[in-house]
């Protein structure tokens, strides 16, 4: 499966010269979030690690599942300012 196909680019937002990788594309197809995170697990099979750290907001819809199929604690980060 080729994930790139699933990731919607919107150019020159928010600012002209920037690509915007808008990933609620990947997200709304079942099949390819699950293969994204399978890979993810994959790529760090390797690393012995113990928590899951993600930023928000993105990250907490990447890093929350591979916490859950890895059976790791899930931290997520927040902005400054924020709770």
Same mark, same amino acid.
């Given at each position: 499966?080729?994930?790139?196909?699933?990731?919607?680019?919107?150019?020159?937002?928010?600012?002209?010269?920037?690509?915007?990788?808008?990933?609620?594309?990947?997200?709304?197809?079942? /099949? $390819?979030?699950?293969? *994204? +995170?399978?890979?993810?697990?994959?790529?760090?099979?390797?690393?012995?690690?113990?928590? &899951?750290?993600?930023? /928000? $907001?993105?990250?907490? *819809? +990447?890093?929350?599942?591979?916490?859950?199929?890895?059976?790791?604690?899930?931290?997520? &980060?927040?902005?400054?300012?924020?709770?």
């Amino acid at each position: 499966m080729n994930l790139k196909d699933k990731i919607r680019v919107i150019e020159d937002f928010p600012v002209e010269g920037i690509s915007f990788k808008d990933i609620t594309t990947l997200l709304s197809d079942g /099949e $390819a979030y699950e293969y *994204s +995170i399978d890979k993810m697990i994959e790529l760090f099979s390797a690393v012995e690690y113990n928590v &899951i750290v993600a930023p /928000e $907001a993105r990250g907490f *819809s +990447i890093g929350a599942p591979m916490a859950i199929k890895t059976k790791k604690a899930f931290v997520p &980060i927040r902005k400054p300012g924020k709770l």
